[in-house]
């Protein structure tokens, strides 16, 4: 069973910084990619920053938080990172960690796409 586990998430002044992590866990064989999410109320849930591994790691980031946000991740640990600086009120919302993950079952090979819980980011003026 792969979970996806975030964690980091809170209240922070407008130009403050936050990190958020999400852990897999699970039989898992690879994890091809893993981005944050964020949902603000009333508005559709939209990418923020994605790193996929395939010949090399391609990173991509949301216009709006290009400059201030940089996602890294550890492949050991299973573990990817968002450095939130100089957040803003329009960066509030609940993000969620998002990844393609493929696991080997009883009944063969399989690449799923998983979902944390979400943890909110909380931006005051």
């Known amino acids: 069973q792969v979970q996806l586990v975030e964690s980091g998430g809170g209240l922070v002044q407008a130009g403050g910084s936050l990190r958020l992590s999400c852990a897999a866990s699970?039989?898992?064989?690879?994890?091809?990619?893993m981005g944050w999410y964020r949902q603000a109320p009333g508005k559709q849930r939209e990418l923020v920053a994605a790193?996929?591994?395939?010949?090399?790691?391609?990173?991509n980031y949301l216009d709006s938080v290009k400059g201030r946000f940089t996602i890294s991740r550890d492949n050991a640990k299973k573990l990817v990172y968002l450095h939130m600086n100089n957040l803003k009120p329009e960066d509030t919302g609940v993000y969620y960690c998002?990844?393609?993950?493929?696991?080997?079952?009883?009944?063969?090979?399989?690449?799923?796409?998983?979902w944390g819980q979400g943890t909110q980011v909380t931006v005051s003026s």
């Open positions: 699970g039989t898992i064989l690879s994890i091809n990619f």
């Open positions: 790193i996929s591994t395939g010949d090399g790691d391609s990173i």
């Open positions: 998002n990844a393609l993950i493929t696991t080997r079952e009883t009944m063969g090979v399989y690449r799923r796409n998983y």
